[in-house]
């Protein structure tokens, strides 16, 4: 399974974009990226998957280069509500075993 | 529906007794998962069942600690006997995996928890 590394902590302002990038350079042929996210106190929840190139949803964007070493999720024009922690995954194609990481620590501020 | 249902929501129990937390799946989901999340390890996946058998218990920390699926929909985290250290936030979640392997299906969805105090 590939080995995902992500920033420890972010911080940010209301209103800004924020992008966290994860990387996972043994990522499979096969493999899928897929994002949570975890408030305090509360199981995580998914945001997004994607496999290549972009997918947006109504919360978030996912970006993927050619070569799937990394991806990049952004969250456009953050919010208080939206400090929380947040997972890049690596899952394998055809499963939905799910293996967090240690996540980034969004804070976002006035 | 309402959600992947959890309990109990906390315990609080004496070091040496049995501990059973309880998962409710979302109906026609056909994969569960136990994980178990503390400062110090994170979440850490403990087992996870596809179609009510056990895939990869290879996270369950010792023999202290046994799963079950009864049926579809319901499962049980045992702990026998407890330990300090046992303490954590337990979650399970609950996802519908495809038969076709060429679909991946990565949204899980996560019950509240059990807030796990041994003393």
């Known amino acids: 399974l590939a080995k995902t590394t992500q920033p420890i902590s972010m911080d940010s302002y209301e209103g800004q974009e924020v992008n966290i990038t994860c990387s996972h350079n043994?990522?499979?042929?096969?493999?899928?990226i897929t994002w949570y996210q975890q408030f305090p106190s509360q199981g995580p929840r998914f945001i997004i998957q994607g496999y290549k190139t972009k997918v947006t949803n109504e919360v978030a964007s996912l970006f993927i280069p050619a070569d799937r070493k990394s991806s990049t999720l952004s969250l456009p024009r953050v919010s208080l509500s939206d400090t929380a922690v947040y997972y890049c995954?690596?899952?394998?194609?055809?499963?939905?075993?799910?293996?967090f990481g240690t996540g980034t620590q969004l804070k976002v501020e006035l | 529906d309402a959600g992947v249902i959890q309990s109990p929501r906390h315990e609080v129990t004496e070091m040496g007794q049995e501990v059973t937390l309880r998962c409710k799946l979302i109906s026609g989901h056909n994969s569960l998962f136990w994980y178990r999340q503390t400062m110090m390890r994170g979440l850490e996946l403990l087992i996870y069942?596809?179609?009510?058998?056990?895939?990869?218990d290879s996270g369950m920390p010792e023999d202290r600690f046994s799963a079950k699926m009864p049926n579809a929909s319901f499962s049980t985290l045992k702990i026998q006997p407890s330990e300090p250290r046992d303490s954590a936030v337990y979650f399970c979640?609950?996802?519908?995996?495809?038969?076709?392997?060429?679909?991946?299906?990565?949204?899980?969805?996560f019950g509240q928890g059990t807030r796990l105090t041994v003393v």
């Open positions: 069942f596809n179609n009510n058998v056990p895939i990869d």
């Open positions: 979640a609950s996802s519908f995996r495809p038969k076709g392997t060429g679909d991946t299906n990565t949204e899980a969805f």
């Open positions: 043994n990522i499979a042929t096969n493999d899928y």
């Open positions: 995954l690596v899952v394998t194609g055809g499963g939905n075993k799910l293996t």
